[in-house]
C-alpha cells in the first residue's frame, strides 16, 4: 500500500484523453474503457453531454477504422502468402487474393458502378453478368493487381 500511497491517480481528463488514444487504435469502446479505468456508462453518459467529446470520440472511431480500411484496401491488392505444404513439410507459399474482398471493397466505394452486381441484381442480370464481371476485371488490371482468375473475361 505504501507503493500507491504517493502516486496520484491520474485525472478524469487524463484518462479520457487515454481512453480517446486508445479507441483511435482498436474502435473498441470497452477495450479502451477498461485501458482508461473508466465505467463505459460514465463515458457515454460523458460523450451524451459534451459536444466536443463527442466529436473526438468519433474521430477516434473514424480513425481506427481508416487505419482497417488501408489494411483490407492492402491485402486485397497485394494478397497474402499461404504456405505450401508436401509430405508433412512447408514446401514454399502461394500468393492468394480474394475476389470477394475486392468485389466487397469495389461496391463500397463505387456503388454507382457496382451495386447492380449485388447478389439480388445478378440474379436478375442474365447477359449483364459477363459485361459487369469484364468490367469489374478491367479495373482490377488497372489497379496492378493481380486476380486469382488469369483467363480473359467472357465476351
Do not use: C
Not at 481506427?64 to 505444404?85: N, S, Y
Amino acid at each position: 500500500m505504501a507503493a500507491t500511497a504517493g502516486r496520484k491517480k491520474p485525472t478524469i481528463a487524463a484518462r479520457r484523453i487515454k481512453f480517446l488514444k486508445k479507441l483511435a487504435v482498436t474502435a473498441n469502446v470497452s477495450a479502451s474503457a477498461r485501458a482508461a479505468g473508466i465505467s463505459k456508462s460514465a463515458l457515454y453518459d460523458h460523450r451524451a453531454r459534451h459536444s466536443g467529446f463527442a466529436k473526438a470520440w468519433d474521430e477516434a472511431i473514424g480513425e481506427a477504422l481508416d487505419e482497417l480500411e488501408q489494411a483490407v484496401i492492402d491485402r486485397a491488392k497485394d494478397g497474402v502468402e499461404k504456405p505450401v505444404f508436401f509430405g508433412g513439410n512447408q514446401i514454399g507459399t502461394v500468393r492468394s487474393y480474394s475476389d470477394a474482398l475486392a468485389m466487397f471493397l469495389l461496391r463500397a466505394r463505387r456503388p454507382e458502378v457496382y451495386a447492380r452486381l449485388s447478389g439480388d441484381l445478378l440474379a436478375s442480370a442474365g447477359d449483364d453478368d459477363a459485361a459487369a464481371r469484364a468490367e469489374v476485371l478491367r479495373r482490377i488490371e488497372q489497379l496492378g493487381t493481380p486476380t486469382s482468375d488469369d483467363a480473359e473475361p467472357p465476351h
